[in-house]
């Protein structure tokens, strides 16, 4: 119901000042902001002329338990279309899965952050309120994971765990690209977890969430009275990482002048604070990760190609989930499990036309994307197994009533990451299989050549020469 471009979002908070942070957050994206105290005030303000418009409500969860799924499900009574989040401060999916079972569309933890919040808002508008498996939650529940428990057999995707371990144990640079959702993060803990800093903090920023002005602030710490509302001395992202890690998310987002200054600091290791005249030596070890290209970026002029340089030591590329249609079955399974670890929740199954129907998806949002279905899909589900009925927004994708069908290359994977056939349904030839064999075991025993030979049943010397008739060379390990 956006009016001039305008859209209209009732927030449900006691706090002044927590009002005033989401109402600026929300006008960067377009949307006015209207607030009520309380439940009470939510449901009258529902019936005014502003009521009317709503796009959609947020909802702080600091009402008590009772008076949240109370409200939820009075405003659902009044207006079922409308899109309700709630934002919690409890780092539990518990809150989460009550508000859910009510009738809320999405949740957010606090402090939120920006981009996060804005992309809660943006998807409930777009996705409308029924069926939300397909709206982004935006907060992950899930624990690191190490690099053994990560779920995934397509070759592309172990070959880039494989380099991903051996850089685990170096200190040096790591640049992860991929798409939004395919675990970019997920690699980097697993990154420092396996590393020698493991039992030290791995400290993660999202460039993009920090205002312009903010970044060198944030990065480098600053001390009191360096600038306009610096009333306390801070300490910057890359101290509080001193001898363990600093993940930074979507760094192609750094404005260019904070790009000059973390190059200074990666050739030097020394960081100056805004403000200050103490230089400090910090020992902190960068992974840093990007939805873009970033040599792209680069050859566009948006960013320094001495800095891609630098931190572009390794490199990963994480596959989409698209890409790797045969390892959705075991990854959905996989979540699922921890999944029942939630508060609230229960072990699942799943059945193979419900597995069917999540693998001939393309999941724009990837592995992030099908954990929230999931996730949606446990909360509401009612029997002990999920159905193709419990993704009702999914399966609506597929028009004129066609049944959807998992590619060649997904359904004959088995979950294996070795795919059988071509996408014209005949047969691959038996040396390209062999490849992905081979690639996959590389992956699958990151890198460990002699470990790789024993399993497949040949020797070392057997498996060198097949790497070179095959034209793998280095590349899977």
Same mark, same amino acid.
């Given at each position: 119901m956006a009016?001039?471009? +305008?859209?209209? &979002?009732? &927030? +449900?908070?006691?706090?002044?000042?927590?009002?005033?942070?989401v109402s600026a957050i929300a006008a960067r994206a377009g949307w006015r902001t209207i607030g009520a105290a309380d439940g009470e005030t939510a449901i009258a303000t529902l019936g005014t002329q502003d009521g009317l418009s709503l796009d959609a409500v947020l909802i702080d969860h600091a009402l008590p338990s009772a008076d949240l799924t109370g409200l939820i499900r009075a405003i659902r009574d009044r207006r079922p279309a409308l899109p309700v989040v709630t934002m919690t401060a409890l780092d539990s999916a518990e809150v989460a899965v009550e508000a859910m079972r009510a009738g809320a569309t999405d949740f957010l933890l606090k402090p939120i952050a920006p981009d996060r919040l804005l992309a809660a808002l943006d998807a409930a508008v777009t996705s409308g309120?029924?069926?939300?498996?397909?709206?982004? &939650?935006?907060?992950?529940?899930?624990?690191?994971?190490?690099?053994?428990?990560? +779920?995934? @057999?397509?070759?592309?995707?172990?070959? @880039?765990?494989?380099?991903?371990?051996?850089?685990?144990?170096a200190r040096v640079p790591v640049l992860i690209e991929g798409e939004s959702g395919t675990g970019k993060e997920l690699v980097a803990e697993a990154i420092h977890a396996a590393s020698p800093r493991a039992k030290r903090p791995l400290i993660a920023v999202n460039c993009g969430a920090i205002p312009e002005n903010l970044v060198e602030s944030e990065l480098f710490g600053h001390e009191r009275g360096a600038f306009t509302g610096a009333f306390e001395r801070k300490v910057g992202r890359f101290q509080e990482a001193d001898g363990g890690t600093l993940f930074l998310d979507e760094v192609a987002e750094l404005p260019l002048d904070a790009q000059v200054k973390l190059l200074r600091v990666l050739e030097s290791g020394?960081?100056?604070?805004?403000?200050?005249?103490?230089?400090?030596?910090?020992?902190?070890?960068?992974?840093?990760?990007?939805?873009? +290209?970033? &040599?792209?970026?680069? @050859? @566009?002029g948006r960013f320094r190609e001495d800095l891609y340089y630098r931190l572009n030591v390794v490199q990963l590329v994480i596959p989409p989930l698209r890409d790797r249609k045969g390892d959705i079955p075991a990854i959905a399974r996989h979540l699922l499990a921890r999944i029942a670890r939630q508060p609230g929740l229960r072990g699942l199954g799943i059945t193979d036309e419900a597995l069917s129907l999540l693998t001939g998806y393309d999941w724009p949002g990837n592995v992030r994307q099908l954990q929230n279905a999931l996730f949606r899909a446990a909360v509401l589900c009612e029997s002990d197994a999920l159905t193709t009925d419990d993704f009702p927004q999914i399966a609506q994708r597929f028009s004129d009533g066609e049944q959807p069908q998992a590619s060649a290359t997904a359904l004959n994977a088995t979950g294996s990451g070795v795919t059988l056939f071509e996408s014209d349904g005949h047969l691959r030839s038996l040396e390209a299989i062999e490849a992905d064999v081979i690639r996959l075991a590389i992956g699958h025993y990151r890198g460990r050549m002699t470990e790789v030979a024993r399993r497949l049943g040949i020797g070392r010397s057997t498996l060198y020469r097949k790497l070179a008739e095959l034209g793998i060379g280095d590349a899977a390990a």
């Open positions: 009016r001039n471009g +305008v859209r209209l &979002l009732m &927030l +449900v908070d006691d706090e002044p000042a927590q009002r005033r942070l309120a029924g069926g939300g498996e397909l709206r982004p &939650l935006s907060e992950k529940i899930s624990a690191p994971l190490g690099f053994d428990e990560i +779920v995934g @057999a397509a070759p592309r995707f172990r070959a @880039a765990l494989a380099i991903a371990a051996k850089a685990a144990r020394d960081i100056q604070p805004v403000g200050g005249r103490v230089i400090h030596d910090v020992d902190a070890r960068v992974i840093a990760a990007t939805n873009k +290209v970033l &040599l792209d970026e680069v @050859a @566009a």
